[in-house]
Structure formats: C-alpha cells, structure tokens
C-alpha cells in the first residue's frame, strides 16, 4: 500500500495514537504530560516517516508506542520526575552457546515460531533495540536518536540481546523453563 506522508501522519493518528497515549500514561500516570509527550512523539513520528516504509504494518505501531514511551520518559527526566530507581524499574519492564542461530532457526516455521516466542520473553529493553536496529533496519545512530542513547550504547544493548536470545534459544529447545531475560542496565 502506497501512501503519501500527509497519509501516513493521518493514519498514524487515527490507528496508534491512543496506544501511543496509554504508554505514555504508563510512565507518567498524568493525563495531560502523556499527551504532552504525544504531542512531541508525533513530532518525532513526523520527522521520520519517510523512513517508515508502511504504516499499517505491526513494525510501525510498535516503533510509535516505542517513540510514545521514550518520549514520556524523557520528559519525566527533564523534570526531575522520575527518580534513578524508577528510570532503572522502567528499563526492566515488561546463558550457553547454541549450534543453531535465530538466522538459520528463521528458516522453517518451526524456527519462526520459536524465535517468535524467544522475543517475547526478552524484556522491553532489549525488544526495542531488536526491533529498530534487525526489523527496522535502522542505523545505530538513528536507532539511538529514538530510544535517548547513544550509538555505541545501541551496538551494546543490541549485542547483549542477540545473546539474550540466542540463550532463549537454547533453553528452549532444551525444554527449560525460560523467564524474562532482564536488561541489567550494564
């Protein structure tokens, strides 16, 4: 589907931006500075569409809600609002090596299937980093813009979920229990 920027910006705002709103909401718990950082998430959006290639796809409502939910803690930074144990506990939200790669594992169903579920149980942190720099194919620089870090801070987040995933994996396919594969903020 083919569509201009005033298209995509429209259909942006009617489809995500309430999703965009209630993760917004989940960092600041204030009505009006989640749509403050809305606001300035769209702006975000704007200033980027080209290079959201489709707007109606999944990828592009996570990476909204992904610019929603930085955005609000932005803010909160700026003004003080969210203390260092709440920044740590935002991070959070939401180990042997393995013959298989999720590269090869992609190729059949099975693997797909497998992969698929190995992402959910990463937490939030690490998702956001697979998602801009593997799905959306971002640059670590404009990978960092979105999330509020720096490139090499990407490079290492995106590194340390790669392996992340590759034990998932590995636990998986063992037959383990997996638990959410915490970002430990190093």
Request: glycine residues 4%; hydrophobic residues 35%; proline residues 2%.
């Amino acid at each position: 589907m083919s569509m201009n920027k005033r298209e995509k910006l429209n259909y942006i705002a009617e489809n995500y931006m309430r999703l965009m709103w209630h993760r917004a909401y989940q960092v600041t718990s204030d009505r009006h500075e989640a749509e403050d950082a809305c606001q300035e998430a769209f702006i975000k959006i704007i200033r980027m569409i080209d290079d959201i290639e489709d707007v109606t796809e999944l990828r592009a409502k996570a990476l909204c809600c992904i610019i929603a939910k930085n955005t609000a803690i932005d803010m909160m930074r700026k003004t003080g609002r969210l203390t260092p144990t709440e920044d740590i506990y935002l991070d959070l939200e939401s180990k042997d090596e393995v013959r298989e790669t999720p590269e090869s594992l992609a190729e059949s169903a099975e693997g797909i299937e497998d992969i698929r579920k190995a992402l959910g149980e990463l937490s939030e942190t690490y998702r956001e980093v697979i998602e801009l720099r593997c799905f959306y194919e971002f640059s670590a620089e404009k990978a960092g813009e979105i999330l509020g870090i720096s490139p090499n801070s990407v490079n290492i987040r995106l590194s340390r979920a790669r392996k992340a995933l590759k034990d998932i994996l590995e636990r998986q396919k063992k037959g383990e229990r997996t638990e959410a594969y915490q970002y430990d903020g190093k």
